[in-house]
């Protein structure tokens, strides 16, 4: 009886966090957003501008992260050949060259939307708030980890 509870207690946190992994992710973006926008001091106008150009770099950088990942976990390395092992890597590479090739459009795409100062100062302010997620999370993550 108490196996079945716990297991029916992980089936229902699972299908729950499943559910919420999409509004989280909203929430997430929406915080980001202010974020950015409050961070570079963006005016209307500029705001206008640039957040169609860096949605579309997030939206084709996520894409290219998530087919990454897939081929990654695709991998074995215990019956990973040599041969398939220089494929993989030279996938990597071109993942690797990709990645490049966005962050080198986005910033040629935004120096038609704010100033080269404010550009730089994106990264800056990208990293800050990577930082500011994750302790937060490691917080949340304490708390939970104290109450159980």
Do not use: C
Not at 62 to 86: F, P, V
């Amino acid at each position: 009886m108490k196996k079945t509870f716990i297991s029916l207690f992980f089936i229902a946190l699972t299908l729950s966090a499943f559910g919420q992994k999409k509004e989280r992710q909203e929430r997430i973006k929406a915080l980001k957003i202010a974020f950015i926008t409050e961070k570079l001091e963006l005016t209307k106008a500029e705001a206008q501008k640039f957040w169609p150009i860096y949605n579309a770099y997030e939206d084709e950088t996520d894409m290219l992260r998530h087919n990454a990942r897939e081929k990654r976990r695709g991998l074995k390395m215990e019956s990973l050949s040599e041969t398939e092992a220089k494929q993989a890597l030279q996938d990597f590479l071109a993942f690797e060259k990709e990645q490049l090739n966005l962050k080198t459009d986005l910033v040629e795409s935004l120096l038609t939307a704010i100033p080269a100062k404010k550009i730089i100062l994106l990264k800056i302010v990208e990293e800050q708030f990577k930082k500011q997620m994750l302790e937060e999370f490691q917080k949340r993550r304490e708390k939970f980890k104290n109450k159980g």
